[in-house]
């Protein structure tokens, strides 16, 4: 018996008023993010102590904003989501003196996704019935999908969430505390996946997931993309020389963002219909290995089709699932030849290449070079448990 953190994320229908409660929180996000980073340059530039998120805001709130009266509009949002974008900002910046990312960058409109932030302040400030939601600051708001989201008064409690807008849609996505749950002792085989680019994952078990980006489907949609791409490009070609206005050019903008967001969704569906396909035999444990995601993407013959492959979400979701479901999932080192070892013999092919898609080797077997990976992954000894 435990408790669980689940995120679920859909679809509302907010009025005009709340569209525009929700874009100008989300405007003041973006402004205090880019302020902070901006205010830390300096300091740096100065050869001053860096400022930390926690000093930022009381800095902010009893002397900038004080000081500043044309500053008063930051105010007038949520204190708590003008308050998580200053941690995001400072979290960002501590990832950067660790050297486990790039120094940050500022966030500009339309293109950088900024989130309204909202946590439960009481008990009666942040509720769910079946078809609307209680968000703090916006009051109630309607949802799209009635009954997705679990109500607060079958005893579920929503710590957080966030709104955020994708290609002119708002969405909502809050953190749910699930009831004391009972998970089943799994007795049966452990299973192997290799995540792949000709298909998305070979399991040991024989199952094999295509790549959903090789469909007629999402080639159809890449292919309108394009069109719609480079009719944008013209646009901002015509408008230097009259011949256009920008309220075309943010009507063809609209409608490539309509355009990814409907991709990503089909890859993203079919990633979670996979996962949940994988999980449902519930086997005693998955073996995966460690991608070096970051080093793929700097070929710049596969990086397109390595991002379209969604490795890194792959991986999270799995982990998600598995937990839900006492799945133990085992993330085998990344230097480990699953690909090269023979999983007869265990002799290792150094010579093996990329194009070789059938794996043969000199004791007779002869097997699918992803299917033997698999087989491989599920047997190997030396792993971590994620």
Same mark, same amino acid.
């Given at each position: 018996?435990?408790?669980?953190?689940?995120?679920?994320?859909?679809?509302?229908?907010?009025?005009?008023?709340?569209?525009?409660?929700?874009?100008?929180?989300?405007?003041?996000?973006?402004?205090?993010?880019?302020?902070?980073?901006?205010?830390?340059?300096?300091?740096?530039?100065?050869?001053?102590?860096?400022?930390?998120?926690?000093?930022?805001?009381?800095?902010?709130?009893?002397?900038?904003?004080?000081?500043?009266?044309?500053?008063?509009?930051?105010?007038?949002?949520?204190?708590?989501?003008?308050?998580?974008?200053?941690?995001?900002?400072?979290?960002?910046?501590?990832?950067?003196?660790?050297?486990?990312?790039?120094?940050?960058?500022?966030?500009?409109?339309?293109?950088?996704?900024?989130?309204?932030?909202?946590?439960?302040?009481?008990?009666?400030?942040?509720?769910?019935?079946?078809?609307?939601?209680?968000?703090?600051?916006?009051?109630?708001?309607?949802?799209?999908?009635?009954?997705?989201?679990?109500?607060?008064?079958?005893?579920?409690?929503?710590?957080?969430?966030?709104?955020?807008?994708?290609?002119?849609?708002?969405?909502?996505?809050?953190?749910?505390?699930?009831?004391?749950?009972?998970?089943?002792?799994?007795?049966?085989?452990?299973?192997?996946?290799?995540?792949?680019?000709?298909?998305?994952?070979?399991?040991?078990?024989?199952?094999?997931? =295509?790549?959903?980006?090789?469909?007629?489907?999402? !080639? $159809?949609?890449? &292919?309108?993309?394009? /069109?719609?791409? #480079? *009719?944008?490009?013209?646009?901002?070609?015509?408008?230097?020389?009259?011949?256009?206005?920008?309220?075309?050019?943010?009507?063809?903008?609209?409608?490539?963002?309509?355009?990814?967001?409907?991709?990503?969704?089909?890859?993203?569906?079919?990633?979670?219909?996979?996962?949940?396909?994988?999980?449902?035999?519930?086997?005693?444990?998955?073996?995966?290995?460690?991608?070096?995601?970051?080093?793929?993407?700097?070929?710049?013959?596969?990086?397109?089709?390595?991002?379209?492959?969604?490795?890194?979400?792959?991986?999270?979701?799995?982990?998600?699932?598995?937990?839900?479901?006492?799945?133990?999932?085992?993330?085998?080192?990344?230097?480990?030849?699953?690909? =090269?070892?023979?999983?007869?013999?265990?002799?290792? !092919? $150094?010579?093996? &290449?990329?194009?070789? /898609?059938?794996? #043969? *080797?000199?004791?007779?077997?002869?097997?699918?070079?992803?299917?033997?990976?698999?087989?491989?992954?599920?047997?190997?000894?030396?792993?971590?448990?994620?």
């Amino acid at each position: 018996m435990r408790k669980l953190l689940k995120c679920f994320k859909t679809e509302i229908n907010p009025t005009d008023e709340q569209k525009v409660r929700i874009n100008k929180t989300i405007g003041t996000c973006r402004y205090i993010y880019n302020f902070y980073l901006g205010y830390n340059k300096e300091l740096h530039n100065k050869g001053e102590k860096f400022m930390t998120g926690k000093s930022f805001s009381v800095w902010l709130n009893n002397e900038y904003i004080p000081n500043n009266p044309d500053k008063v509009w930051i105010k007038e949002v949520s204190s708590k989501a003008v308050k998580k974008s200053i941690e995001d900002g400072c979290t960002a910046f501590i990832r950067f003196f660790k050297h486990q990312s790039a120094f940050p960058n500022f966030k500009k409109k339309g293109k950088s996704d900024v989130k309204m932030y909202f946590v439960r302040g009481n008990p009666k400030g942040l509720a769910c019935e079946r078809h609307r939601i209680k968000i703090p600051t916006l009051g109630w708001v309607r949802i799209k999908e009635k009954g997705y989201i679990p109500t607060t008064k079958d005893g579920w409690k929503i710590k957080s969430g966030t709104v955020s807008i994708k290609a002119g849609r708002y969405y909502v996505s809050v953190l749910v505390e699930i009831p004391d749950i009972n998970i089943a002792n799994n007795s049966n085989n452990g299973i192997g996946i290799d995540l792949g680019l000709k298909d998305l994952a070979v399991v040991s078990d024989g199952k094999i997931y =295509k790549n959903i980006n090789k469909s007629a489907r999402a !080639k $159809k949609l890449e &292919k309108k993309l394009c /069109r719609e791409q #480079r *009719c944008l490009s013209r646009k901002y070609e015509n408008l230097k020389k009259g011949e256009s206005t920008q309220k075309n050019i943010q009507k063809q903008k609209l409608k490539v963002q309509k355009l990814y967001h409907k991709i990503d969704n089909i890859r993203t569906d079919y990633i979670n219909k996979t996962i949940a396909e994988i999980v449902k035999i519930k086997p005693s444990y998955i073996a995966i290995e460690d991608l070096n995601v970051s080093g793929m993407m700097k070929n710049r013959h596969l990086s397109k089709a390595v991002a379209s492959q969604k490795f890194y979400e792959f991986r999270t979701k799995l982990k998600a699932k598995c937990d839900a479901n006492g799945i133990e999932l085992r993330v085998v080192d990344r230097w480990y030849p699953s690909s =090269k070892m023979c999983h007869c013999c265990g002799a290792i !092919k $150094k010579d093996l &290449k990329l194009s070789d /898609r059938m794996y #043969r *080797c000199d004791c007779g077997y002869i097997e699918d070079r992803d299917f033997n990976a698999s087989l491989n992954l599920r047997d190997a000894v030396t792993y971590e448990v994620a």
